[in-house]
């Protein structure tokens, strides 16, 4: 596998000119962007008339990850040349919400094949369950398939995310990456480093992933409550109390929820997953040295038995409350993903609306305010 | 150097490592750098204080929330407990009590109790018990009860304390908590099971509590003296001395009476351990719980054997003479009463009889009423002795004797037991060193025939026992004049008859049978009559059944079959062509087992072949023979005789009762031939037989053919055997010789 990642940035152009040698039917371009497209829109396009015989991938972020730094409004890219490994793009846009497990179910039937290896999705941020998204994924795939991923991302303002592929941006699409054949390895781990806050209440009226009470009182009225004069920041400055949710068996792991927006006649808040009515939430919130040693943790989550030297992409895709919350320090936790892992480790990734990776399970789920990490390298 | 501001610098393009000075423009980045740092870092201060003060805040909350919630849960607690609960520290201070609606039951109110010492509120006597127990319950950190009364509000009450050492300090003292329950009740309860049991023993009544399944749960000792099962035998058991008193059947009503009606009560007699039988009077109630379910019953039963002794021995003397022992007027009125209610029921009649001794007064007054009653107790021995056991004696005044009997067949059967009564005082009466012939008078009545009412029954036979008195004494009479004649001519013809046949006073006619075709001879029937001397001839209908009742039949018939065999040779030696003669059999003689010998030997001693002898039965004769009765016919017919049935047609046999019988001949009674040419439904009923012969193989012979007409239609309907006046009446044996002898002459017989 030959790996080389660039960044463009407007104004000052790419920070080297991408090798378009490296196109070939084996060849992935992975980028994440600007929202404003405009201001990408020229470098798309000409890594589209380089690499025309490549598959190509992308979408909107909300902060771009470049080796070990953040930048905002600019253009990241990895561009992937495999030996073997084969690849496959599936996508459909969502016409509505209610269609997300549906969506998910047939793109990735659409992949599923004998050699089928992974599965890496792209997801519009805003219109999507991302819950029943990964229900219908998980619902079509036979368990030993890694299914990792991210929803695209609006900087803090949840306004407008787009998909990007083969020639189309949209703010409906949904992506899959099918990888395939016997070399190719893909590496995952997810951590949060998130603290618990205060006592744990009860979902007591809620539709989906729309969340109106706790404990018999508006949610909305928690959450101004603990935000104070920063309540006007609304509905970013919500990330820096996510949720802790465990059902009511309490079965599975805990799962952590994070605000998309919220509806001020309604008296609501829509989560980037569902939050079902009878289950258990705790607040959750931030400490800067753990969620820095939460991303640091997600690297020792990855299994690198498999891995003998040579070239490894990690894509980070981080939540865009970490970000919120880290601030001038976010940088930090890219810092420590990337400190972790091989030497010859190139990072890209973005902060996003939700995080897709399995759990202990081996299933995946839909995961937020996490440092998400993705690792693929292919076997010489 | 903090990383943030070595990333920072390196932001800006400086090396922190290097010795170069940031440029105007670096410098100015650096510093907006460095101040969103310190605002970043102020508004995290902010929101982490925030967060935590609300979370803070809201845990109080919480707390608060949680803590009103759990007294107000342990208040509830405490008020639903029907106890009184006091908090005490080690002093004995009240601190808190809860008993909401229950301050009737405090000692004092609670805002006097509360804060004080036990000497402030209670007597001493009693404030030093609860110190005394409150010291114990600390020193040795265990619950202390104590059981106390009190007098409060509601009344003298019991209490029942258990002081309980607590974790809980106030002000530093150790404290108990004391629960105080009201036990009044259950010490009440306490004293009247005191009360019971001591009852329970005391009484004389055997008591029993079986639970709802019948297992005795307990027992007093009166039960054990009464049943001989002791408490240990009996206790976890079925009460066993019920299985001794009644029959399965009897204790499973006895059992759902209990169940449905809730009680029962009645006299058993059940068996002692020792095996003694004993009167029981038992009485069973079911107790019930307040559903309504029975729970346990309760059995009391008394021994009142020597109460049913004494009643019985009453009842004895209330019902017998006490000289004979026999039954009294009161005892014999009932016992009428009854017979008559019998005898209504089976329909069949019954007699009484009134039995006066004659001149009795006379021996009374005469040599004293001792021998008077001495006769009278052996008067009554003899009676006893010759009435059957079924009959009723009694004694119910002075010298007057009764009897009842029932299931007679005819009246005259009563004049046989009179005739009996009377016998009995044909033997002198030893009394007092004499032989007194005493005689007696007797009257009857018969039931229903007389009335089916006691007075109206007795009032007939004492009158009855008048008339006889009238007629001369020692005889008896009764009521209905008709039967006391046809009682005596009875007696007089059954006398004549004996003698009769002494006197070779009967005699044997033959009517001759013919056949219509060939006008042949071909048997004849033996008719018995009797030539009585005064009486001139006698019908048979009037002496044959005085023979079969008193048993003459059998010599007489022995005579019949003797005489008609001995004729039936006879004729042989006239010169007659043989047939066969038929000699009529009574139902009492086809019942005795001697008959097939008799008709054997006389057969023998005679020479007559069997063939030659026909036995005629009557119709209703084989309907109620015996058993027996069917093998005689058999091994009759085996010595070659025919049996015919007589008067066939009278009877209500069955086709399948006449296959039973080994028969030969149907004789159509006369009373059909009779009407045969004016009744359509005897002409029917000749037909039906003669088609009944001739499916079962029997020959028909029609009797008492009397007219031309009857001869014709027997004829037309293929009956070709007859006998009857219209050939000849019955005839000495002479003329039936004389008849054929005729016939030989003139060559032949002209056919009717």
Redo the contacts between chains.
């Keep these: 596998m030959e790996l080389e990642t660039y960044r463009f940035t407007p104004g000052n152009g790419w920070d080297r000119e991408p090798d378009h040698n490296l196109d070939s039917p084996n060849t992935l371009v992975l980028f994440f962007g600007a929202p404003d497209y405009s201001l990408i829109e020229d470098a798309v396009s000409w890594l589209e008339g380089h690499f025309a015989q490549g598959v190509m991938l992308g979408c909107s972020s909300a902060g771009e990850i470049f080796g070990d730094e953040l930048s905002l409004d600019c253009l990241v890219v990895a561009v992937l040349r495999f030996r073997e490994t084969r690849l496959r793009v599936a996508c459909t846009e969502l016409a509505q919400t209610g269609d997300s497990s549906r969506v998910g179910h047939q793109i990735s039937s659409e992949l599923l094949d004998n050699d089928l290896q992974g599965i890496l999705i792209l997801s519009e941020g805003l219109g999507v369950n991302g819950s029943q998204l990964i229900e219908g994924i998980n619902s079509a795939l036979p368990k030993h398939i890694t299914v990792t991923g991210g929803l695209a991302g609006d900087d803090d303002r949840f306004e407008r995310t787009w998909v990007w592929h083969d020639g189309l941006h949209s703010t409906k699409l949904i992506c899959a990456l099918g990888l395939y054949g016997s070399k190719i390895s893909i590496g995952y781990g997810s951590k949060g480093g998130w603290d618990l806050?205060?006592?744990e209440r009860e979902v007591t009226r809620s539709v989906d992933n729309i969340l109106y009470e706790l404990d018999g009182q508006p949610a909305l009225d928690i959450y101004k409550?603990?935000?104070?004069?920063?309540a006007s920041g609304l509905p970013a400055t919500g990330l820096?109390?996510p949720l802790s949710m465990r059902d009511q068996e309490n079965t599975d792991d805990p799962k952590v929820r994070t605000i998309l927006a919220v509806d001020e006649t309604e008296q609501s808040i829509t989560f980037a997953g569902d939050i079902p009515q009878g289950s258990f939430v705790r607040?959750m919130?931030a400490n800067?040295d753990r969620l820095i040693d939460g991303a640091a943790t997600a690297v020792e989550e990855i299994n690198l038995s498999r891995y003998h030297g040579g070239p490894v992409l990690c894509i980070a895709i981080s939540c865009v409350g970490r970000r919120l919350?880290l601030?001038?320090?976010t940088?930090?936790e890219i810092e420590a993903t990337l400190e972790g892992l091989p030497e010859e480790t190139r990072q890209i990734g973005f902060y996003s609306y939700g995080e897709l990776s399995p759990l202990s399970s081996g299933r995946c789920d839909l995961h937020n305010q996490t440092m998400t990490l993705t690792l693929i390298w292919e076997d010489e | 150097m903090h990383?943030?501001l070595r990333?920072?610098l390196k932001k800006i393009g400086l090396d922190p490592a290097s010795d170069l000075t940031p440029t105007q423009d670096q410098w100015r980045e650096l510093l907006s750098?460095i101040n969103?740092?310190y605002g970043?870092s102020d508004?995290?201060r902010?929101?982490?204080e925030?967060?935590?003060t609300?979370?803070s805040d809201?845990?109080h909350e919480?707390y608060q929330r949680l803590k009103d919630s759990t007294e107000a849960r342990l208040g509830a607690i405490a008020n639903a407990l029907p106890d009184l609960l006091f908090l005490q520290d080690a002093q004995g201070i009240y601190h808190e009590i809860f008993s909401e609606a229950r301050d009737e039951k405090l000692f004092r109110p609670e805002n006097e109790i509360i804060n004080k010492h036990p000497k402030e509120i209670f007597p001493p006597q009693i404030a030093d018990t609860f110190m005394a127990l409150l010291h114990k319950a600390l020193d040795t950190q265990e619950v202390q009860i104590l059981e106390y009364e009190l007098d409060v509000p509601a009344g003298r009450r019991w209490f029942e304390a258990r002081m309980t050492p607590t974790k809980l300090r106030l002000g530093g003292e150790s404290t108990v908590i004391t629960m105080a329950r009201d036990i009044t009740d259950r010490k009440q309860a306490e004293v009247r099971q005191r009360l019971a049991s001591t009852v329970f023993e005391a009484v004389t009544e055997g008591m029993v509590i079986l639970d709802k399944d019948h297992q005795i749960v307990f027992v007093n000792s009166a039960f054990t003296y009464i049943t001989g099962h002791s408490e240990a035998e009996a206790v976890g058991e079925e009460p066993r001395f019920l299985k001794n008193s009644a029959s399965e059947e009897k204790l499973r009503i006895i059992w759902s009476i209990v169940d449905t009606k809730g009680s029962w009560r009645g006299e058993l007699q059940s068996r002692r351990t020792n095996g003694l039988a004993y009167h029981l009077w038992l009485s069973i109630n079911a107790v019930k719980d307040s559903n309504e379910r029975i729970t346990h019953y309760a059995l009391v039963l008394s021994d009142i054997s020597e109460l049913k002794h004494s009643q019985d021995e009453l009842e004895y003397i209330a019902t017998h003479d006490p000289l004979t022992h026999l039954p009294n007027r009161a005892l014999f009125h009932e016992q009428l009463e009854q017979a008559i209610h019998r005898s209504k029921r089976v329909n069949r009649r019954g007699a009484v009889f009134f039995l006066d001794l004659d001149r009795f007064k006379n021996i009374n007054d005469t040599l004293g009423h001792h021998v008077g009653d001495d006769l009278l107790f052996q008067v009554a021995e003899r009676l006893r002795q010759t009435a059957r056991e079924e009959d009723m004696i009694a004694r119910i005044g002075g010298d007057e004797f009764t009897l009842v009997i029932e299931n007679l067949q005819r009246a005259e059967d009563a004049a046989k037991v009179a005739k009996n009564l009377l016998k009995t005082f044909s033997a002198p009466f030893p009394l007092n060193g004499y032989e007194l012939e005493i005689s007696a008078s007797i009257g009857i009545s018969i039931f229903p025939d007389d009335g089916d009412e006691i007075s109206q029954l007795t009032k007939q036979a004492d009158s009855a026992m008048y008339s006889a008195k009238e007629q001369g004494r020692n005889t008896f009479r009764f009521f209905t004049q008709k039967l006391t004649d046809t009682a005596f001519e009875f007696f007089d013809l059954e006398i004549s008859l004996r003698r009769a046949l002494e006197l070779n006073q009967l005699f044997l006619l033959y009517q001759p049978q013919y056949n219509l075709n060939s006008g042949e001879l071909i048997g004849a029937e033996a008719l018995i009559r009797w030539n009585h001397p005064g009486m001139g001839l006698v019908s048979p209908d009037r002496f044959i059944p005085i023979a079969e009742v008193s048993g003459l039949i059998e010599p007489i018939g022995e005579w019949v079959l003797q005489t008609a065999a001995t004729q039936a040779i006879q004729w042989d030696k006239a010169g007659l062509k043989p047939f066969p003669v038929s000699v009529n059999l009574s139902r009492r003689q086809l019942n005795n087992p001697g008959l097939v010998d008799m008709v054997s030997r006389i057969l023998e001693t005679t020479g007559l072949p069997g063939e030659r002898l026909e036995l005629e039965i009557t119709e209703s004769a084989l309907l109620e023979t015996e058993e027996q009765a069917c093998s005689s016919l058999e091994k009759l017919r085996a010595l070659g005789c025919s049996i015919a049935i007589d008067d066939f047609g009278t009877g209500y046999s069955s086709l399948a009762n006449l296959k039973l019988f080994p028969l030969d001949r149907l004789k159509i009674d006369k009373s059909f031939v009779h009407d045969v040419t004016k009744d359509p439904n005897d002409e029917a009923i000749i037909r039906a037989t003669i088609a009944l012969g001739n499916s079962l193989q029997l020959s028909v012979i029609a009797e008492g053919v009397e007219t031309e007409a009857q001869r014709d239609f027997l004829l037309k309907e293929g009956c070709r055997e007859v006998q009857g006046f219209l050939f000849s009446q019955p005839v000495e044996a002479k003329r039936i010789e004389e008849m054929e002898r005729r016939l030989k002459v003139k060559g032949g017989r002209a056919i009717w």
């Design positions: 806050l205060g006592h409550r603990y935000l104070g004069e920063r820096l109390f607040l919130r800067f919350v601030g001038e320090r940088e930090e | 990383r943030l990333r920072q750098h969103r740092a970043q508004q995290d902010y929101t982490l925030r967060s935590l609300t979370s809201e845990m919480l």
